[in-house]
C-alpha cells in the first residue's frame, strides 16, 4: 500500500515542487545562498575544493529526499483523516 501510495504521489509531488522553485523569494534567496557559495570556493585552499563540491551534493540530495518525504506524510496524513471522518459519520 504504501509503495503504490509513493508511486502514485510521485507525479503529484513533482507537480506541487515545481511552482514552488519559481518562486521569486525562494529565487532571491537561492541566489544570495549560491554567491555565498562561490565565495567559499574561491576562499579554499584547491585540496578542499572536492569536499566542498561533496557537501553541496549531500545537501541537495537531502533536500529532494526531505521534500518528497514531507509531502508523502501529508497524503499520508489526509488519507489517516479521511479515514477517521469517514468512520466516524457512518
Not at 544570495?32 to 557559495?37: A, H, I, K, R, S
Not at 545537501?59 to 468512520?87: C, P, R
Amino acid at each position: 500500500m504504501i509503495e503504490s501510495l509513493e508511486v502514485l504521489a510521485e507525479p503529484l509531488i513533482r507537480h506541487r515542487l515545481e511552482p514552488l522553485y519559481s518562486n521569486s523569494e525562494l529565487e532571491q534567496f537561492s541566489s544570495e545562498c549560491e554567491q555565498y557559495l562561490k565565495i567559499i570556493r574561491e576562499s579554499l585552499p584547491d585540496n578542499l575544493q572536492h569536499t566542498l563540491f561533496l557537501y553541496e551534493d549531500a545537501l541537495t540530495s537531502l533536500q529532494t529526499v526531505l521534500e518528497s518525504k514531507i509531502y508523502l506524510q501529508g497524503f499520508k496524513d489526509a488519507l489517516y483523516l479521511f479515514n477517521e471522518l469517514h468512520i466516524q459519520m457512518n
